[in-house]
């Protein structure tokens, strides 16, 4: 069983949609990433949280400490949110140093 | 602009032979990643560095070599033990805060 789950793997969602990916991970974490990635393969970070909620313009990242799980919400969905979605968190890896455990992704697409 | 230059974008190879990709980072972070991406799967980790000098195998480490003699740089090398080395690779840095900065990637193509 993967450390980190995402679901769904695939969301096809009409432009202007409220959109939901969803992460649960299994280990202890120091903090969980939400980050994009466009179909030329280049990362960008969206979010890094440990608590709480955070907001950045149409974008939304949740997060559940104690029921490990994060949620991140996309309100009003445009066609150039098509990306992969990737989920990651920190925790501590056998040597001690903290590492990140991603998630497989979710592919969105946002037909107009 | 800070940020993180790998090069080249695509690199095609015969199978057998040692190759080099670059990482290149301006934003004075001391740790530095290398993952790669198979299709279907999550990134893994293949080699990371915390300091100068000084960097740790990852979870699929076997066929792959890294240094850091420089702070900026940590360049990776998929030598010939590495059985499928066919992948999109992706390197990284991260802050004092655990932000996390992604190089554009280098698609490695072995036939």
């Known amino acids: 069983k993967n450390e980190v789950e995402q679901s769904p793997q695939n969301l096809t969602a009409q432009e202007g949609e409220f959109i939901t990916i969803n992460c649960s991970y299994s280990?202890?974490?120091?903090?969980l990433h939400w980050l994009q990635q466009h179909p030329g393969g280049g990362i960008v970070s969206l979010f890094m949280?440990?608590?709480g909620k955070k907001k950045h313009g149409r974008l939304i990242a949740t997060i559940n400490i104690q029921e490990k799980h994060s949620s991140l919400h996309i309100t009003a969905s445009h066609p150039r949110d098509s990306a992969v979605y990737i989920c990651?968190?920190?925790?501590?890896?056998?040597?001690?140093?903290?590492?990140?455990?991603f998630g497989k992704g979710t592919k969105l697409t946002v037909n107009p | 602009d800070g940020g993180i230059t790998q090069s080249p974008k695509y690199l095609f190879r015969k199978e057998g032979q040692n190759v080099t990709l670059s990482c290149e980072q301006n934003?004075?972070?001391?740790?530095m990643y290398w993952y790669r991406q198979d299709p279907g799967q999550g990134l893994r980790l293949i080699y990371y560095?915390?300091?100068?000098?000084?960097?740790q195998k990852g979870d699929i480490a076997e066929g792959y070599s890294v240094s850091r003699e420089k702070k900026e740089s940590f360049p990776l090398t998929v030598t010939s033990a590495q059985k499928n080395p066919t992948a999109f690779y992706l390197c990284?840095?991260?802050?004092?805060?655990?932000?996390?900065?992604f190089g554009p990637g280098t698609r490695l193509t072995v036939t």
């Open positions: 560095s915390q300091i100068v000098n000084d960097f």
């Open positions: 990651a968190v920190m925790g501590v890896s056998q040597g001690g140093s903290e590492k990140l455990v």
């Open positions: 990284a840095s991260s802050g004092p805060y655990y932000e996390q900065y």
């Open positions: 280990v202890g974490i120091s903090a």
């Open positions: 934003l004075n972070h001391d740790a």
């Open positions: 949280l440990s608590s």
